[in-house]
């Protein structure tokens, strides 16, 4: 089993900034998993948002948060970071931190989710 303990979120102007992390323990956390988060709005459905590998060292982003999310690692306590910046409306979604394999990731169907965490934009 995978414990994830998110934090972060909350709501900002459009342009703001947000951190959200992540903290993953567990028996079963794996080093073939990736971390990364998803988001589900009404609008949009559920999306990747960005993925990073075990080691931190490979990263993929959704097209549309390239240039305005960096997600980052601290391999030592299994920890995520999802820095926004520039925040928009339609970045508006409850944001979930998942963990799993790779492709799993890609394919919305992460081994394991967080409790997920409110992100609001204001126009």
């Known amino acids: 089993q995978v414990q994830l303990s998110e934090s972060g979120g909350g709501m900002v102007q459009t342009g703001g900034s947000l951190r959200l992390s992540c903290a993953a323990s567990?028996?079963?956390?794996?080093?073939?998993?990736?971390m990364g988060w998803h988001r589900q709005s009404p609008a949009k459905g559920r999306e990747l948002v960005a993925m990073?590998?075990?080691?931190?060292?490979?990263?993929l982003y959704a097209d549309s948060v390239k240039g305005r999310f960096t997600i980052s690692k601290e391999v030592s306590n299994n920890t995520v970071y999802l820095q926004m910046n520039n925040l928009q409306p339609e970045d508006t979604a409850v944001y979930y931190c998942?963990?799993?394999?790779?492709?799993?990731?890609?394919?919305?169907?992460?081994?394991?989710w967080g409790q997920g965490t409110q992100v609001t934009v204001a126009s």
């Open positions: 998942a963990v799993g394999h790779g492709p799993d990731m890609v394919a919305g169907s992460p081994h394991y």
């Open positions: 567990g028996p079963s956390l794996m080093e073939s998993f990736a």
């Open positions: 990073i590998n075990y080691s931190g060292s490979r990263a």
